[in-house]
């Protein structure tokens, strides 16, 4: 074949593969849906709005969590003026009650694992470290 | 090889680590501080305090006032009971009075002296030497109330502040803690406290989470359930002339553990005047 | 230069397979350690440091060590020395490497490494050890590679590489003087606080790396073609014979000091070592005959018709290896904390998990050493040959 020849299949080759995330989806039947997340029975609203939330919870909770642990502060005012207190089990899971039903759905989804929980104790639904 | 591919390599190396290096040092969210004007402290905000406990070790000889703190603070804090004496972790704990306070006893301290039952904790140090070696700041000294904190996610578990501290106060998770700690009738951790996890070390905070809501420590109001007790632990600021424990260290004779190394202990020991007739096992 | 590693003889592979079986011996312990803790090694909430860290505190010696060859070489034109830098450089490069794993696999949280690097705390021993080694180690490889590159072109090494020379020889004895410095500056651990600390590291340090230095330059002599020359081992063995008669001596210094005064804090880890305490005598066998051998190489060497026969040089240098191991790699570090702060002992010995991630470690070790190595004869036969 030559090894111009050998080279350009082997490229196409590596490139079919390295591209397996990208076509994968348009072959296989199987679509994982969109998760359906259970929202909070409670409507006066979330410390932020939905995309800022969607966006940038978990720069939010580690800003949180430096203000908490290590400088010993307690309370946080929101964009719109409104104050919560700075935790997670005591302001986030008031509302998200079933962490199963809202945080774990999105996080399967997207595959991602939070540690939080080989710690924090574990909210009623989430799956045990 | 010849010498341009080679120097191309290098300076594909070099470039790496380069990128590697800068970018996380030019992201402006490190450069701000974490605590912006959209943080204050919580109602009890402190500055100059520190906080510092007082055990009159006579109360503390009774086995229900131990118990009483000791399990107070297990149940506050999810601390796991580990059946394992070396891997076990503890907070708060008995000793024997020889070995919390080995320069006071002597070749003729009585039996019962000797094995006479002490609690010990962390004693939150002006100088904490466990602080001064950690190389990450997973524990340090807080400034607005002296106590001597520690911060899970940081810690790296290199365990060098359990090699520093002078009265054996740290532990550490060999393995996870979850399986040992204690339940409710549902199955979840008796307390909504983080169980911590694996490869990372632990001790008393001082309950910085109930004072920072204006709270006293799990062991000191345990205290006042356990009838006849009340004196045994006495919580307060040693700054402030007009607390209680500052009255008791004026007024009574104190004592701290290992004075002379230079640590600062602020948890102070009221020395019994005489000890019990027998041991706990009957020995003089 | 990087691709002699590829091309070597069976022997070469065969040693590269055997590194490489031990390796994955020891990933796959310490996959377990990663998954369920360091419960499963020996260590204990009185021992907290054990097996890792002291094989930490006696690699960091060994690659301290290259010193004794730079400084005289490239300070003092010692041209007998010649041959030999690039090994001594090269081997602290692979006892580095060693060091940084060690303190590594001991780590409770090894994803959180890099928090040393983000958080940076300059009042912490620890933190200027993990910037000294790996300032160290970078210094070793690129004057390393620098001057085996130039000597493969047969021409005089770049004039930017001498001030980095310079700068390894004060740097080499910081490492090691930084690591004592972890331990000597502890008031919770009697054992550790003492000013000769630092002292007795460098100075064991600089009998057993160049006796590691020594075997190893006869291993290349016999399987490599490669003679550093007899003036260059013979010098080397002069330094180990009068590092590990200092050592000796500093030791009993110690023993001195603790047992004259007889304070009790100071006696009992001495007591725990040679006679047992309270029924504990783990480590009493190994005390013995670590001291023993230490004297009896010590005294050896001393004799020069002893030292300049290779068929004694080779046993003693074992000797040397092995006694100074026994005394940095197991006693220093766990007898540290017995008794504990509170006057209990606990008695502590590794598990086999534990020593198979050692192994792998050790073998990771002799995984670098060995493609170094290969570059540096291959460069020299190449030279020889042409």
């Known amino acids: 074949m030559g090894d111009r020849g050998r080279i350009a299949l082997g490229l196409g080759v590596f490139l079919v593969l390295a591209a397996y995330p990208i076509w994968s989806g348009w072959v296989s039947p199987a679509q994982a849906e969109r998760p359906e997340l259970e929202l909070a029975a409670d409507t006066s609203g979330c410390v932020e709005d939905t995309t800022f939330m969607k966006a940038s919870h978990q720069q939010l909770l580690n800003e949180w969590r430096t203000a908490v642990v290590r400088d010993g502060q307690r309370m946080w005012t929101s964009s719109t003026g409104r104050e919560w207190e700075m935790s997670l089990t005591g302001t986030c899971l008031k509302c998200h009650e079933n962490s199963a039903n809202f945080c774990t759905r999105c996080h399967d989804y997207a595959d991602v694992r939070p540690t939080c929980w080989s710690c924090h104790v574990v909210p009623e639904g989430e799956a045990g470290s | 090889m010849n010498e341009s591919r080679r120097d191309f390599l290098k300076l594909l190396g070099l470039g790496t680590v380069g990128a590697g290096v800068a970018l996380p040092l030019l992201d402006p969210a490190r450069w701000t501080p974490a605590a912006s004007a959209a943080t204050r402290p919580g109602p009890v905000a402190a500055a100059g305090r520190q906080w510092g406990m007082v055990v009159d070790v006579e109360k503390c000889m009774r086995e229900d006032v131990r118990r009483a703190c000791v399990e107070a603070c297990d149940r506050e804090h999810n601390v796991p009971r580990i059946p394992d004496p070396e891997e076990e972790v503890k907070w708060m704990w008995t000793d024997d009075y020889e070995h919390v306070f080995?320069?006071?006893?002597?070749?003729?301290?009585?039996?019962?002296?000797?094995?006479?039952?002490?609690?010990?904790?962390?004693?939150?140090?002006?100088?904490?030497?466990?602080?001064?070696v950690c190389p990450t700041a997973a524990t340090w000294k807080r400034e607005e109330?002296?106590?001597?904190?520690?911060?899970?996610?940081?810690?790296?578990?290199?365990?060098?502040?359990?090699?520093?501290?002078?009265?054996?106060?740290?532990?550490?998770?060999?393995?996870?803690?979850?399986?040992?700690?204690?339940?409710?009738?549902?199955?979840?951790?008796?307390?909504?406290?983080?169980?911590?996890?694996?490869?990372?070390?632990?001790?008393?905070?001082?309950?910085?989470?109930?004072?920072?809501?204006?709270?006293?420590?799990?062991?000191?109001?345990?205290?006042?359930?356990?009838?006849?007790?009340?004196?045994?632990?006495?919580?307060?600021?040693?700054?402030?002339?007009?607390?209680?424990?500052?009255?008791?260290?004026?007024?009574?004779?104190?004592?701290?553990?290992?004075?002379?190394?230079?640590?600062?202990?602020?948890?102070?020991?009221?020395?019994?005047?005489?000890?019990?007739?027998?041991?706990?096992?009957?020995?003089? | 230069m990087l691709q002699n590693v590829f091309h070597g003889s069976r022997r070469y592979w065969a040693v590269l397979a055997l590194?490489?079986?031990?390796?994955?011996?020891?990933?796959?312990?310490?996959?377990?350690?990663?998954?369920?803790?360091?419960?499963?090694?020996?260590?204990?909430?009185?021992?907290?440091?054990?097996?890792?860290?002291?094989?930490?505190?006696?690699?960091?010696?060994?690659?301290?060590?290259?010193?004794?060859?730079?400084l005289p070489y490239y300070l003092h034109d010692y041209k007998a020395f010649g041959r030999t830098v690039i090994l001594g450089e090269f081997l602290a490069v692979s006892a580095v490497v060693v060091c940084m794993l060690f303190v590594f696999v001991d780590m409770g949280q090894p994803r959180r490494v890099l928090n040393v690097l983000l958080h940076p705390r300059p009042n912490s021993v620890m933190f200027w050890d993990f910037m000294v080694l790996g300032g160290y180690l970078l210094l070793n490889l690129v004057i390393g590679v620098v001057t085996i590159e130039a000597e493969r072109k047969e021409a005089p090494p770049p004039r930017w590489v001498r001030p980095l020379i310079y700068l390894s020889i004060p740097w080499a004895v910081s490492i090691h003087t930084v690591t004592a410095f972890l331990y000597s500056g502890l008031g919770a651990r009697p054992f550790w606080m003492t000013a000769i600390l630092a002292p007795r590291f460098l100075a064991s340090a600089f009998a057993a790396g160049p006796s590691l230095l020594i075997l190893?330059?006869?291993?290349?002599?016999?399987?490599?073609?490669?003679?550093?020359?007899?003036?260059?081992?013979?010098?080397?063995?002069?330094?180990?014979?009068?590092?590990?008669?200092?050592?000796?001596?500093?030791?009993?210094?110690?023993?001195?000091?603790?047992?004259?005064?007889?304070?009790?804090?100071?006696?009992?880890?001495?007591?725990?070592?040679?006679?047992?305490?309270?029924?504990?005598?783990?480590?009493?066998?190994?005390?013995?005959?670590?001291?023993?051998?230490?004297?009896?190489?010590?005294?050896?060497?001393?004799?020069?018709?002893?030292?300049?026969?290779?068929?004694?040089?080779?046993?003693?240098?074992?000797?040397?290896?092995?006694?100074?191991?026994?005394?940095?790699?197991?006693?220093?570090?766990?007898?540290?904390?017995?008794?504990?702060?509170?006057?209990?002992?606990?008695?502590?010995?590794?598990?086999?998990?534990?020593?198979?991630?050692?192994?792998?470690?050790?073998?990771?070790?002799?995984?670098?050493?060995?493609?170094?190595?290969?570059?540096?004869?291959?460069?020299?036969?190449?030279?020889?040959?042409?």
Not at chain 3, 338 to 362: K, M, N
């Open chain 2, 102 to 132: 080995p320069d006071e006893v002597h070749a003729h301290t009585p039996e019962s002296g000797r094995t006479a039952p002490v609690l010990v904790l962390c004693n939150h140090c002006t100088q904490p030497p466990c602080v001064k």
């Open chain 2, 145 to 284: 109330d002296g106590i001597v904190m520690m911060d899970m996610h940081r810690c790296i578990g290199c365990r060098y502040c359990m090699a520093a501290c002078p009265f054996g106060a740290r532990s550490f998770n060999w393995r996870d803690p979850r399986a040992w700690v204690e339940r409710d009738a549902d199955g979840k951790p008796v307390s909504d406290y983080p169980t911590r996890t694996a490869g990372v070390v632990e001790k008393c905070t001082f309950c910085a989470e109930r004072i920072r809501v204006g709270g006293r420590p799990a062991c000191v109001e345990a205290i006042e359930q356990v009838p006849g007790a009340e004196g045994a632990l006495t919580f307060g600021d040693v700054n402030d002339p007009d607390s209680d424990v500052s009255r008791i260290l004026r007024e009574r004779n104190t004592v701290v553990r290992r004075e002379g190394l230079g640590t600062g202990p602020n948890v102070y020991y009221i020395l019994p005047a005489s000890f019990p007739a027998t041991a706990a096992d009957g020995r003089v």
């Open chain 3, 19 to 70: 590194w490489t079986l031990l390796i994955l011996v020891g990933l796959a312990a310490y996959s377990r350690q990663f998954a369920e803790g360091l419960s499963v090694t020996g260590m204990s909430r009185d021992v907290s440091w054990g097996l890792y860290i002291a094989q930490f505190t006696f690699m960091v010696g060994v690659a301290a060590s290259a010193v004794m060859v730079v």
């Open chain 3, 216 to 386: 190893l330059a006869l291993l290349v002599r016999r399987f490599g073609g490669f003679d550093v020359g007899r003036k260059s081992i013979g010098a080397l063995s002069t330094i180990v014979t009068y590092a590990m008669a200092i050592n000796v001596f500093f030791v009993l210094v110690e023993m001195f000091t603790a047992l004259y005064s007889a304070i009790p804090h100071d006696v009992h880890p001495f007591a725990y070592l040679f006679t047992g305490l309270e029924g504990h005598a783990a480590l009493r066998p190994w005390t013995w005959v670590g001291d023993v051998l230490a004297v009896a190489c010590a005294v050896l060497l001393l004799v020069p018709s002893v030292r300049h026969q290779e068929r004694w040089l080779v046993p003693l240098c074992v000797g040397v290896i092995t006694a100074l191991w026994i005394e940095k790699g197991l006693a220093l570090v766990i007898t540290g904390f017995i008794p504990s702060p509170l006057g209990a002992i606990t008695e502590y010995a590794p598990t086999a998990p534990e020593i198979a991630i050692t192994v792998g470690v050790y073998a990771v070790g002799g995984f670098v050493l060995t493609t170094l190595y290969k570059v540096v004869l291959s460069v020299r036969e190449r030279l020889q040959s042409a």
